[in-house]
């Protein structure tokens, strides 16, 4: 098992340094090349998924843990961010910190209960929890607005400083990113992260090993709904709209996905997943017009079955079959 | 204007709530069907039963062919479609982990939604019901004879499942798989072939539901994602992998949603039926009928 | 071996570089007509309500073969970019996005709901863009509801749903109904007419004893409706889409509610729901525009030519019943060639000809656009109907 989870401190740094540089250069070279452009607008909603992603990957790749409800937690801080500083006008930064507050809060609630017990109670509960949680949204119309949505959500700034532009707001989501890349990529290789692979390989041999696996469960889930949250807010302040239908059971369903199509194993995976599947349904699937739902599907079926590491496991094949 | 009675009230409510608890057991029954032998929840499940409804207004409206024949001639359809499911995107994955398998159904799920949406566009079809359109009156409450053709076709589809797991060899040699498949293989049960019988099997049951449900409430080709959901709800409910477990839980939910609708309210009537969910959960976490045993040996 | 697996790095990027590359440089392959003038449009074609896109797309598209045929507009060939939003409020606004800064065209058409569309009103404002919704909410165009004040670059098409219910209650008053319940399905379209009906009960001296909802996917609304039966109203409203208000005009008639007389909203508006309502449906009062009822407008109606034009001609194209939703893109584009005739492509002249357009006669009403109204119409748009052997009738 340990095979799938190859680690070492030069090589992250690497690709790290390769990634943020990429990342930067980005919008240079996109504002100059037509039709690319605006391949920047999508940048910044794949940096939004990417932020999930990463810290579901941990749950799902790591410890093992299916959660069906993580667009449940995008969705609250999506509307606690959206709902406060339109009605309240009170400074984003904090509605965006209540949001993380208030999911670290519902998470425990939920996952305490159901990550003490063995098999994927977790995404049972999490399913009946998001559906609960899209029909609230839907019938407090008074504050949510409703099935229609919440218009007019004031944009976000940085000391005054407003990010009023794709490309501001993309260094802003792309930083927030980086920084849960870098942080993500330490647990895995704390402590915590190898508590987290014992689990995934066997529970019962982690907690022989005296490894307390709810806790760590608990722990990671938590962790994960919380950046869900943050990705949420930053979400509803730059497309200053939310709908319910932008946090349904469907877009956990689409999470997962993401996290398979990119590569379960590894949380660069999980940013390749996001883009991949951004990507293909924001932008390159539409030519395709009404046929897109089938062949969406298709390319699910072909990535799951050719590349069961999912997309960043295609260098590692090619080279496989090149030393061969 | 004619009073209606509470009495007669709550009874409509329970018939309204066994007519939809019915068929939400019928998809959960099909989820099971793949459960005990994969694993795998199959998100494709729904996508089976709308499968049903559409195909059978095809032989039934468009080719004009009686009931008796167009019902099996669809249930052959949606089993083929089932297989090839199976075949075609099961079978090849390399490294089966229930994860895996779950997206593969959920990519075949949008697979085939948007087939059927090319197939069938994006209206909805009516179906004639099976024995005409005039109500039944039973004490000031309301049946549609298509409401107790639902509930007959769910107790055969009981009936003739338990016959054929207890008394058959093939049925057995599913509820071994179920068991234990790694066991179930060195006793030489085909273990490949058995999934895929599970696959078929699931898919007829989905059918028929979709054949059953399509007079009451019409069939459009994105149904299908809302009765799995459903239906899964009732399956873990119940409790995974039990079929008994399955009618219970789906018989449950209906009529939490529809005496909730009537009794409380009808725009919460969804979140009753999941907090009770929740609460069965946390509670007995096997599911109302899940056995604890067989859940610890489970990955999911 | 280490650098051989750097190389089988270096194709595999470049062969994911060749592919990408070919997936941007797709859209660069589609024809282009010289000098066209170019018109975006956001519809939901697909998703959870391609009962709008579905036929607003396919009306924007047989007007543009019909210009196109006639020689254009001015000479100028009309291009017509549609993207589906799919009913994801991500996507349209990344669409129309799309449409200001890549496609670069000088209106924008849609989106067809109304959540979306108030996702976009900013956009448009920000980039100075001509917007001609496609959905119902009166929300959209205004900016300050208070004081009435219009935002100053969006503007739409279809009726308010205030006017649909005033319609409904001026023909309940008529009628002297006064207790109802009221029937709703979760969505946008659901919860928006549900809320004017509530707001505009007390004005009509109308009281709502029931307010039930449903699911947009639910299968059974006997429920619901049993609840309704036993407080015994006069009438029902019911304001849904999709196959929920065919099931819920069978429910009540099977459970013996004729007494009680149903509304539905004009989302009920075609002869298909008659149809899949498999006779329940006699006796169903609703509001429509002129164009789903052009067959039995009396003749000297001012909408009698267009509203007929437009059945056969999507009739002829697609050999399906006409939706009254495509009506609306109708009414949309339709402007815009008007438009783009008197002042061509210029954002903000085209604007301003839209904000003093007087006297369009379209699908949904004759349209008087002013600085104070970027809707037009007056709820003298809908016009009750009653389903009556099958087909509509003009209700008294």
Redo the contacts between chains.
Sequence with gaps: MVETFPVTKHKNTVQLAGFGLGLFLFPWVAQRIPYLDHYMDVMVFVGIYSIMTIALCLLMGYAGQISLGHASFFGLGAYISGVITTKYGLNPWFCLVVGMVVSAAVALAIGAPSLKLRGHYLAMATLAFCIIITIIFNETMAVTGGPDGLAFIPGIGIMGYALDSVVKYYYLVWGVVFVVLLVCLNIIRSRVGRALRSIHGSELAASAMGVNVAKYKIWVFVLSAVLASVAGSLYAHYLNFINPASFDLFVSIKLLIMIILGGMHSLWGAIVGAALVTFLSYEWLQYFEEAEVMIYGAIVLLIVIFLPGGVVSIPEKVGSLWRR | MEEITLASQLLQYTITGITIGSIYAMVAIGFNTIYNVTEAINFAQGEFVMLGGLVMVFFRVTLNIPVVFSLPLTILVVTTVGILLDRLAIRPIRKPSVLVMVIATIGASFLIRGAAMFIWGKNPFDLPPFSGRNPMTFWGAVVQPQALWVIGFLVVVVIVLTLFFDRTIMGKALRACAVNPNASSLVGINVKYMILVSFALSAAIGALGGIVITPISLMEYDRGAMLAVKGFSACALGGMGSFSGAIIGGLIIGLIESLGAGLISSGYKDVFALLVLLVVLFVKPSGLLGSVEVSKIRKF | ?KR??T???G???L??VVLVAT??????GRVQAAKAYKVGAVFS??G?A??LG?PEKKTALMLQEEINQKGGINGHLLELVI??DE?????C??AV??LI??DKVCVIIGPSL???S??V??EAEKHEIPLISCAA?Y?IVTKNPDTGEQWKWVFKTPQSDSMAVEAIYTHMKKHGISKIAIMSV???F???GR?ELLRLAPKYGITIVAD????P????M???L??I??L?PQAIVNWSI??TQ??VVRNWK???MT??TMYQSHGFGSR?NI??A??AAEGVYCPLGACNIAEILPDNHPQKQVTMGYLKAYKAKYNEPLSSFGGHAWDALSMVHKALEAVGPNKAKIRDYLENLKGFVGQHGVFNFSPKDHNGLTKEAFQMVVVKSGDWAIAD
């Design positions: 071996m051989k697996q190389i089988g790095k194709a595999a990027c062969i994911t997936l941007i440089l797709m859209p660069v074609v697909t959870r391609s009962f579905d993207y589906d009913g994801d409020s991500t996507k606004a990344l996005r799309k800064t890549r109304s959540g979306l108030l996702a009103v900013p909410s929300k979760t969505s946008g659901g919860a928006s809320g039930e909802k449903y699911g996917k639910d299968t059974d006997t429920a619901q049993t609840k039966k036993g015994a999709g196959p065919v099931v099977e459970l013996d007494n009680i298909k149809k899949l498999a006779g």
